[in-house]
Structures are given as C-alpha cells and as structure tokens.
C-alpha cells in the first residue's frame, strides 16, 4: 500500500512557490461555495485543480553537454528566424536568430535558463497585452529580458539573451534572478502569469534545431548546438 501512495505521490508535480496564494484563494472560495450552492463548488472545484495544474513546476532532466542552448519555456515554437533583439538589452542591432516559444494557459509557466553562465542584464520593460503569438508582440508588449554570458569551455563563451513577454492573459512577469549572479543550464530564473511567451537570442549564423509548431519542454528540449555551428537543419518530419 506505501508504494501505491508513493507512487502516486511521485506522480503529482510539486506547486510551485508563486502558485500558493492563487491555490488558497480557489480552495477556499470552493469550500464557501459548498456550503452554499453545491454545483457552483464544483465548478470551482475544477478551476481549483486548473490552478494548481498551471503553478505545476516537476523537475527536468537537462543537458548539460558544451554549446547546449535549451528551450527555457514548455509550449509550443511559434516563430524563427533573425531579429533585432530588444534595445534595452544592449545586445546591438545585429540580426541574431531568434527562437520564439508560445506558452498557454495550459503549459507549465516555470521558465528555465537556456545556457548556463553570468547574467550580465535584467532589463524590465512595462509595456501592452497584446496576443503573445503576434510578432509586434516582442516589441510593444511588457517584458523582462536576461543577458548570459557563456563561461569558456569549448562551444561556449557567447552571448545569448532569454525575453519573457506578457500576453493577452498574461499579467504578471516574475524573476527570480539577479544581475551578476551564475546560472545554470536548466535552473528556474521565473515564470509568467497566465499565458505568454518567450524570445531566445541566439548569435547569427546559429541553426536552430527545432522547427515551427513544434512543442518544447523547458530545461530539456535542445533548440541549438553552438559548439557545431550549421551542423543543424530545419527539416522535419511530422508523423
């Protein structure tokens, strides 16, 4: 019988810090609602599971081999291709390839770094709630922006910059880095509320080796090698 519930325990994805308060809130409106009008507790029965489902945050197993650059968000990759990165980032006006990843209201929010290094700046920018999807979006919508520098193992020592950006739904960007600090592959830097996306930059020349409309797990999907630059293609196979 133990190792029926710890299974089952196992199973059951930790909440993360940020999700208590919006889980106390849903709970306890369920349990006065009980009391009151039995199919309205119901229905808030289910948004209570949805809440806790959203501030899921289960562990990763991330690669940590040379030149990795790892999809920092669960979702879906929506766009690809070069693109100025946000100004505040003093990244320059190069066209760096850019790999956007949609998250919606049913994706896990915990954002992870993509590369491991020294986060040289966090930059915050207020901004609209346009639909996250839409390209305009990366430059109009509120955002909060990281800079990495790679340490020097072979494949490494770049730049790469990591961009939350609030959605249609979305209205809440939390960080939990800070500027200076070290990071590593696949470490939880913060995550957004409810439903948004996120912009990774990576240098020119790098080919991405994931494609449009396909989904991504957070501190586990590969988006390039950079220690094998054009080794990559973006040629797939849907089955």
Not at 146 to 171: E, K, M, N, S, Y
Request: charged share 20%.
């Amino acid at each position: 019988m133990n190792s029926v519930v710890k299974s089952i325990a196992a199973a059951i994805p930790k909440v993360n810090r940020e999700g208590y308060p919006f889980v106390a809130i849903a709970a306890g409106l369920t349990l006065v609602a009980s009391f009151i009008w039995s199919p309205l507790a119901w229905i808030l029965f289910g948004l209570t599971i949805w809440v806790v489902a959203f501030f899921r945050d289960p562990p990763r197993v991330t690669p940590v081999a040379p030149g990795l650059v790892i999809a920092p968000a669960d979702g879906r990759v929506s766009q690809i291709g070069p693109a100025v990165p946000p100004p505040e980032l003093d990244l320059g006006h190069e066209g760096w390839i850019r790999v956007s990843i949609f998250m919606n209201v049913f994706n896990c929010h915990v954002n992870r770094a993509p590369v491991g290094g020294r986060i040289t700046r966090i930059a915050y920018k207020p901004g609209k709630f346009l639909n996250a999807e839409l390209d305009k979006a990366s430059e109009h919508n509120e955002r909060n922006g990281l800079v990495i520098a790679t340490d020097d193992r072979p494949g490494a020592g770049v730049t790469i910059g990591v961009v939350q950006i609030a959605g249609l739904v979305a209205r809440r960007i939390v960080s939990w880095a800070k500027e200076g600090e070290t990071i590593a592959p696949g470490d939880r830097f913060g995550m957004i509320r409810f439903g948004s996306r996120l912009d990774v930059y990576m240098p020119a020349g790098t080919v991405p080796l994931v494609a449009i409309g396909q989904t991504t797990i957070a501190g586990e999907t590969v988006l390039a090698d950079l220690s094998r630059p054009g080794s990559g293609h973006e040629v797939v196979r849907v089955s």
